[in-house]
């Protein structure tokens, strides 16, 4: 009981690897944002920043970061979005950052849900106009939260470097020691539970449009989970592999192929009724 107990401690320390330093700011960067703090179900506050489009925003993207620090060492990913005419929106979720608590599953999600509420209920921007990016541990956050419960003005969803379920990936970091890959399926049964698994809501996400993008060298995330992602999702969806790419690296470089055609795949889901 005790080693069972041992080793679900460090499953938890897997997926929830949060901290407080405050990496980088928006303004450093000449981005204007505003701080903001709202609330979770169980009254937890959360804390985030709204960065306004330049000129006239095209809708909002919600961005959903991953499990290590906090966001703002994750909003580099997506600091450029504001300056391609879309309004950002980056929070942190429990025991992250300036947001209070400690990192839970079940307090995670519904974190999740409430920044999308969050945003839905936002004065001065478009409901209607919605877009959600979730990278590696916040794809799977954003994909349990989007396909658990309907969100009218969510008008494309964009999920980068995600697993499928949290008990695959926990196998799969099992397979890779070798006194214990044997064992791996019980083991990843015994040690974490299966609770708002991307494979288990994905499907739930169509009819909005769907994009899935993996890198084909991941380390992290093998690109396997991608790939099962995108077979369990309906129409409409579109996966895009990124040849020689490595975990969440789609956007890192400025002259990126990959920041056009996400602009670009955001901008035909707005036209779309």
């Not at 169980?42 to 809708?59: H, I, M, N, S, Y």
Request: net charge neutral; aromatic share 10%.
């Amino acid at each position: 009981m005790a080693l069972s107990l041992s080793c679900q401690g460090c499953v938890s320390g897997l997926f929830y690897q949060p901290d407080r330093k405050l990496y980088d700011t928006p303004d450093k960067h000449g981005l204007k944002y505003e701080e903001v703090f709202f609330r979770s179900k169980d009254g937890t506050q959360l804390g985030g920043w709204f960065l306004p489009a330049v000129g006239e925003p095209k809708g909002t993207v919600i961005h959903f970061h991953g499990n290590a620090q906090n966001m703002s060492a994750h909003f580099g990913f997506v600091s450029w979005l504001p300056a391609q005419g879309f309004n950002l929106f980056v929070f942190d979720y429990r025991g992250y950052g300036t947001s209070a608590g400690k990192a839970t599953r079940d307090g995670v999600h519904e974190d999740s849900l409430a920044a999308l509420d969050y945003i839905a209920a936002r004065p001065g921007i478009d409901h209607n106009r919605l877009l959600v990016l979730g990278q590696s541990l916040g794809g799977a956050n954003a994909i349990a939260a989007v396909g658990g419960r309907p969100h009218p003005g969510i008008r494309a969803v964009v999920i980068e470097s995600a697993f499928s379920s949290y008990r695959e990936i926990v196998r799969d970091k099992i397979a890779a020691i070798p006194l214990l890959s044997l064992l791996r399926t019980p083991l990843s049964g015994l040690l974490i539970g299966n609770d708002y698994s991307p494979d288990a809501t994905i499907a739930a996400i169509s009819p909005t449009p769907l994009l899935i993008i993996h890198g084909t060298d991941d380390n992290v995330i093998p690109v396997s989970h991608g790939k099962r992602l995108f077979e369990l999702a309906r129409e409409p969806k579109q996966l895009w592999t990124v040849e020689g790419g490595g975990h969440i690296e789609a956007f890192v470089d400025a002259g990126s192929v990959y920041r056009r055609r996400l602009v670009a795949f955001f901008e035909n889901a707005l036209i779309k009724p």
